[in-house]
């Protein structure tokens, strides 16, 4: 399983070059959620984890290289 906190949804938003709006329309939350993830005031639920990593196709390898960009 792909271990999915703020810092990768930061990054994987900043690669695809979405808004939080356009992020979270994606995995079916608000725009102010992904905010709140994003500066560690909310956790990536099991559930919501499931939905980034199937909507994103996101492999362990493929969210270590997202981790290894600089910020």
Same mark, same amino acid.
């Given at each position: 399983?792909?271990?999915?906190?703020?810092?990768?949804?930061?990054?994987?938003?900043? $690669?695809? &070059?979405?808004?939080?709006? %356009?992020?979270? +329309?994606?995995? =079916? $939350?608000? &725009?102010?959620?992904?905010? %709140?993830?994003? +500066?560690?005031? =909310?956790?990536?639920?099991?559930?919501?984890?499931?939905?980034?990593?199937?909507?994103?196709?996101?492999?362990?390898?493929?969210?270590?290289?997202?981790?290894?960009?600089?910020?």
């Amino acid at each position: 399983m792909v271990k999915v906190d703020s810092e990768l949804v930061i990054r994987l938003r900043a $690669v695809e &070059g979405l808004t939080q709006d %356009e992020f979270g +329309r994606r995995i =079916k $939350v608000t &725009g102010g959620m992904i905010s %709140e993830i994003e +500066r560690g005031m =909310k956790q990536v639920s099991r559930k919501l984890a499931i939905r980034i990593v199937a909507e994103f196709g996101l492999t362990p390898e493929s969210a270590q290289r997202l981790r290894e960009l600089p910020a």
